[in-house]
């Protein structure tokens, strides 16, 4: 099992990240203002958690049935990753599972974490991170 290690330069691009997570977020929030039926919010976290409540959500929303997603994500099945134009380096993969233990293996170094939540705090407070229980680390 291999830890997180921040190389020397990570500092710069974290602060970038989280600014850039803080811009996006808040444009969203805009756009929000003028099509409030026309807009869903799905935390990462609550997907992980439980996927299967978060893709009923998406499938209501959207008025489509999302059934054959949903036995897949039930049985660990293999998802293809199809058409997309940005994200991260998952982007690049053909296939993937949605697996909610990979997403608690990886811990950031507090400092680091800090640095994450004083450059997103705004919105982290809006959006619940506070209040709400976040996926524990094992």
């Keep these: 099992r291999r830890r997180f290690r921040p190389g020397k330069f990570i500092a710069p691009f974290l602060f970038i990240g989280a600014v850039n997570w803080t811009i996006g977020n808040m444009l969203a929030e805009i756009v929000r203002l003028f099509g409030k039926k026309r807009f869903l919010r799905i935390r990462y976290e609550d997907l992980l958690e439980s996927p299967i409540e978060e893709i009923e959500k998406i499938e209501s929303f959207i008025g489509i049935s999302l059934t054959d997603l949903k036995q897949e994500i039930a049985e660990q ?62």
């Design 77 to 138: 099945k293999v998802l293809k990753i199809g058409h997309n134009i940005g994200g991260n380096q998952m982007r690049m993969a053909k296939e993937f599972i949605l697996d909610p233990d990979r997403a608690r293996r990886e811990k950031l170094p507090r400092l680091y974490k800090l640095m994450a939540n004083f450059c997103c705090f705004p919105l982290l407070l809006v959006y619940g991170y506070y209040s709400r229980p976040s996926i524990p680390n094992r």
